[in-house]
Protein backbone atom coordinates (compact mmCIF):
# COMPACT_ATOMS: atom_id res chain seq x y z
CA UNK A 1 0.00 0.00 0.00
CA UNK A 2 1.00 3.41 -0.44
CA UNK A 3 2.48 5.45 1.87
CA UNK A 4 4.20 9.01 2.90
CA UNK A 5 6.40 9.55 5.56
CA UNK A 6 7.90 12.77 7.28
CA UNK A 7 10.72 12.58 9.17
CA UNK A 8 10.11 15.35 11.97
CA UNK A 9 6.67 16.12 13.39
CA UNK A 10 8.38 19.18 15.44
CA UNK A 11 10.48 21.57 14.02
CA UNK A 12 11.71 24.65 15.61
CA UNK A 13 14.28 26.98 13.59
CA UNK A 14 15.13 30.60 14.23
CA UNK A 15 14.79 33.10 11.85
CA UNK A 16 17.00 33.31 8.84
CA UNK A 17 17.81 29.82 8.90
CA UNK A 18 17.62 27.27 6.56
CA UNK A 19 15.09 24.31 6.37
CA UNK A 20 14.55 20.95 4.88
CA UNK A 21 11.63 19.13 5.79
CA UNK A 22 11.99 15.39 4.92
CA UNK A 23 9.38 13.74 2.67
CA UNK A 24 9.60 9.58 1.78
CA UNK A 25 7.05 7.47 -0.43
CA UNK A 26 6.74 4.12 -0.88
CA UNK A 27 5.04 3.71 -4.33
CA UNK A 28 6.75 1.72 -7.28
CA UNK A 29 5.06 4.04 -10.31
CA UNK A 30 4.37 7.16 -11.81
CA UNK A 31 3.16 9.77 -9.14
CA UNK A 32 2.45 13.24 -8.75
CA UNK A 33 4.14 14.86 -5.25
CA UNK A 34 2.64 17.85 -3.24
CA UNK A 35 3.41 20.45 -0.31
CA UNK A 36 0.63 21.67 1.48
CA UNK A 37 1.07 24.32 4.17
CA UNK A 38 -2.02 25.32 7.21
CA UNK A 39 -0.87 28.00 8.47
CA UNK A 40 -2.33 28.91 11.89
CA UNK A 41 -6.17 29.82 11.59
CA UNK A 42 -5.92 29.02 7.66
CA UNK A 43 -7.31 26.33 5.25
CA UNK A 44 -4.67 23.84 4.13
CA UNK A 45 -3.41 25.18 0.71
CA UNK A 46 -0.94 24.13 -1.74
CA UNK A 47 2.69 24.79 -1.77
CA UNK A 48 4.22 23.70 -4.73
CA UNK A 49 3.56 20.75 -6.69
CA UNK A 50 5.23 18.31 -9.06
CA UNK A 51 3.91 16.03 -12.23
CA UNK A 52 6.60 15.74 -14.50
CA UNK A 53 9.62 17.96 -16.12
CA UNK A 54 12.06 19.56 -13.73
CA UNK A 55 12.66 17.85 -10.42
CA UNK A 56 13.21 21.10 -8.94
CA UNK A 57 9.72 22.86 -8.33
CA UNK A 58 9.25 26.46 -7.48
CA UNK A 59 6.33 27.04 -4.77
CA UNK A 60 5.09 30.04 -3.00
CA UNK A 61 6.73 32.07 -0.44
CA UNK A 62 10.18 31.42 -1.86
CA UNK A 63 10.15 27.50 -1.24
CA UNK A 64 11.12 24.73 -3.38
CA UNK A 65 11.20 21.11 -3.57
CA UNK A 66 13.06 18.34 -5.34
CA UNK A 67 12.07 14.95 -6.39
CA UNK A 68 14.58 12.52 -6.05
CA UNK A 69 12.94 9.60 -7.88
CA UNK A 70 16.24 7.02 -7.16
CA UNK A 71 15.55 8.06 -3.44
CA UNK A 72 11.79 8.12 -3.02
CA UNK A 73 12.01 11.41 -2.19
CA UNK A 74 10.91 14.59 -2.19
CA UNK A 75 12.39 17.09 0.51
CA UNK A 76 10.99 20.98 1.01
CA UNK A 77 13.48 23.51 1.48
CA UNK A 78 13.71 27.23 2.02
CA UNK A 79 16.87 29.28 2.37
CA UNK A 80 16.35 31.32 4.54
CA UNK A 81 12.61 31.10 7.46
CA UNK A 82 10.76 33.78 8.30
CA UNK A 83 8.30 33.67 11.73
CA UNK A 84 6.01 33.93 9.25
CA UNK A 85 6.61 30.39 8.01
CA UNK A 86 5.09 28.90 11.42
CA UNK A 87 2.70 26.46 9.95
CA UNK A 88 1.47 22.95 9.55
CA UNK A 89 3.47 21.13 6.45
CA UNK A 90 1.97 17.89 4.88
CA UNK A 91 3.33 16.26 2.17
CA UNK A 92 1.31 14.12 -0.39
CA UNK A 93 1.59 11.97 -3.22
CA UNK A 94 -1.04 10.39 -5.53
CA UNK A 95 -0.03 7.91 -7.85
CA UNK A 96 -0.65 8.67 -11.53
CA UNK A 97 -2.88 5.20 -11.98
CA UNK A 98 -4.39 5.97 -8.88
CA UNK A 99 -6.74 8.08 -10.08
CA UNK A 100 -8.62 10.47 -7.03
CA UNK A 101 -6.73 8.98 -4.09
CA UNK A 102 -4.35 11.12 -2.33
CA UNK A 103 -1.93 10.15 0.35
CA UNK A 104 -0.94 12.44 3.24
CA UNK A 105 1.83 12.50 5.57
CA UNK A 106 1.30 12.91 8.99
CA UNK A 107 2.90 16.31 8.88
CA UNK A 108 5.35 18.78 10.28
CA UNK A 109 4.95 21.50 12.97
CA UNK A 110 7.34 24.28 12.05
CA UNK A 111 7.92 26.98 14.67
CA UNK A 112 10.24 29.56 13.97
CA UNK A 113 11.30 31.92 16.66
CA UNK A 114 11.55 35.82 16.05
CA UNK B 1 -13.42 31.87 -8.73
CA UNK B 2 -13.94 29.17 -7.29
CA UNK B 3 -14.90 28.63 -2.86
CA UNK B 4 -15.25 25.52 -0.66
CA UNK B 5 -17.58 26.34 2.27
CA UNK B 6 -18.65 23.93 5.27
CA UNK B 7 -20.87 24.15 8.08
CA UNK B 8 -20.86 24.25 11.16
CA UNK B 9 -17.19 25.37 11.93
CA UNK B 10 -17.73 23.68 14.99
CA UNK B 11 -19.94 21.16 16.52
CA UNK B 12 -20.41 19.61 20.47
CA UNK B 13 -22.70 16.43 20.28
CA UNK B 14 -23.75 13.58 22.73
CA UNK B 15 -22.49 10.13 22.08
CA UNK B 16 -25.44 8.09 19.92
CA UNK B 17 -26.30 11.47 18.41
CA UNK B 18 -26.80 11.85 15.07
CA UNK B 19 -24.14 13.91 12.70
CA UNK B 20 -24.77 15.79 9.55
CA UNK B 21 -21.97 17.93 8.44
CA UNK B 22 -22.04 19.80 4.85
CA UNK B 23 -20.03 20.87 2.32
CA UNK B 24 -20.51 23.06 -0.92
CA UNK B 25 -18.42 24.11 -3.55
CA UNK B 26 -19.19 27.19 -5.67
CA UNK B 27 -17.48 28.34 -9.06
CA UNK B 28 -17.19 25.18 -10.96
CA UNK B 29 -18.79 21.73 -11.97
CA UNK B 30 -18.60 18.37 -12.02
CA UNK B 31 -15.85 18.56 -8.97
CA UNK B 32 -14.45 15.51 -7.53
CA UNK B 33 -15.22 15.99 -3.89
CA UNK B 34 -13.67 14.58 -0.66
CA UNK B 35 -13.78 14.02 3.58
CA UNK B 36 -10.61 14.00 5.59
CA UNK B 37 -10.38 13.37 9.10
CA UNK B 38 -7.18 15.32 10.42
CA UNK B 39 -5.86 14.08 13.77
CA UNK B 40 -2.72 15.44 15.20
CA UNK B 41 0.41 13.90 14.42
CA UNK B 42 -1.36 11.55 12.04
CA UNK B 43 -1.75 13.73 8.83
CA UNK B 44 -5.16 13.42 6.77
CA UNK B 45 -7.15 10.47 6.27
CA UNK B 46 -9.51 9.91 3.48
CA UNK B 47 -12.81 8.64 4.37
CA UNK B 48 -14.73 9.09 1.50
CA UNK B 49 -14.55 10.77 -2.24
CA UNK B 50 -17.40 10.97 -4.78
CA UNK B 51 -16.67 11.54 -8.59
CA UNK B 52 -20.40 12.42 -9.31
CA UNK B 53 -24.15 12.78 -7.82
CA UNK B 54 -24.73 9.64 -5.85
CA UNK B 55 -21.17 8.50 -6.41
CA UNK B 56 -19.61 7.60 -3.38
CA UNK B 57 -16.63 5.54 -2.38
CA UNK B 58 -15.68 4.38 1.22
CA UNK B 59 -11.79 4.79 1.67
CA UNK B 60 -12.09 3.19 5.77
CA UNK B 61 -14.58 1.13 7.77
CA UNK B 62 -16.13 3.05 10.26
CA UNK B 63 -19.55 4.51 11.72
CA UNK B 64 -19.90 7.56 9.40
CA UNK B 65 -21.56 7.94 5.51
CA UNK B 66 -21.21 10.18 2.91
CA UNK B 67 -23.85 11.46 0.11
CA UNK B 68 -23.95 13.85 -2.46
CA UNK B 69 -27.58 14.86 -3.28
CA UNK B 70 -26.27 17.10 -5.84
CA UNK B 71 -23.36 18.12 -8.12
CA UNK B 72 -21.80 20.56 -5.77
CA UNK B 73 -23.18 19.62 -2.28
CA UNK B 74 -21.25 16.51 0.05
CA UNK B 75 -22.64 15.58 3.27
CA UNK B 76 -21.07 13.92 5.94
CA UNK B 77 -23.39 11.52 8.74
CA UNK B 78 -23.70 9.62 11.12
CA UNK B 79 -26.64 7.90 12.63
CA UNK B 80 -25.09 7.88 15.89
CA UNK B 81 -21.81 9.65 17.23
CA UNK B 82 -19.48 7.55 18.89
CA UNK B 83 -16.61 9.04 21.14
CA UNK B 84 -14.09 8.07 18.31
CA UNK B 85 -15.48 9.97 16.00
CA UNK B 86 -14.52 12.92 17.43
CA UNK B 87 -12.00 15.18 15.52
CA UNK B 88 -11.09 17.91 12.74
CA UNK B 89 -13.36 17.03 9.16
CA UNK B 90 -11.76 18.83 6.22
CA UNK B 91 -13.85 18.76 2.87
CA UNK B 92 -11.89 18.87 -0.64
CA UNK B 93 -12.54 19.57 -4.53
CA UNK B 94 -10.37 19.27 -7.25
CA UNK B 95 -10.86 19.20 -10.81
CA UNK B 96 -11.72 16.24 -12.72
CA UNK B 97 -9.20 16.07 -15.60
CA UNK B 98 -8.21 13.17 -18.05
CA UNK B 99 -5.05 12.40 -16.25
CA UNK B 100 -4.98 11.49 -12.51
CA UNK B 101 -3.10 15.07 -11.37
CA UNK B 102 -5.39 16.69 -9.00
CA UNK B 103 -4.11 19.43 -6.62
CA UNK B 104 -7.28 19.69 -3.87
CA UNK B 105 -8.37 22.97 -2.58
CA UNK B 106 -9.43 22.69 0.79
CA UNK B 107 -12.43 24.21 3.10
CA UNK B 108 -11.89 25.44 6.46
CA UNK B 109 -12.73 22.23 8.81
CA UNK B 110 -15.50 21.47 11.25
CA UNK B 111 -14.12 20.45 14.72
CA UNK B 112 -16.27 17.99 16.11
CA UNK B 113 -16.49 17.28 20.16
CA UNK B 114 -18.24 13.59 20.62
CA UNK B 115 -19.14 13.91 25.01
Known amino acids: AQSVSQHNHHVILSEAASLELGCNYS??????LFWYVQYPGQHLQLLLK??????LVKGIKGFEAEFIKSKFSFNLRKPSVQWSDTAEYFCAVNAKTGGFKTIFGAGTRLFVKA | SQTIHQWPATLVQPVGSPLSLECTVEGTSNPNLYWYRQAAGRGLQLLFYSVGIGQISSEVPQNLSASRPQDRQFILSSKKLLLSDSGFYLC??????????????FGPGTRLTVL
Open chain 2, 92 to 105: AWSRQLTTSYNEQF
Open chain 1, 27 to 32: YGGTVN
Open chain 1, 50 to 55: YFSGDP
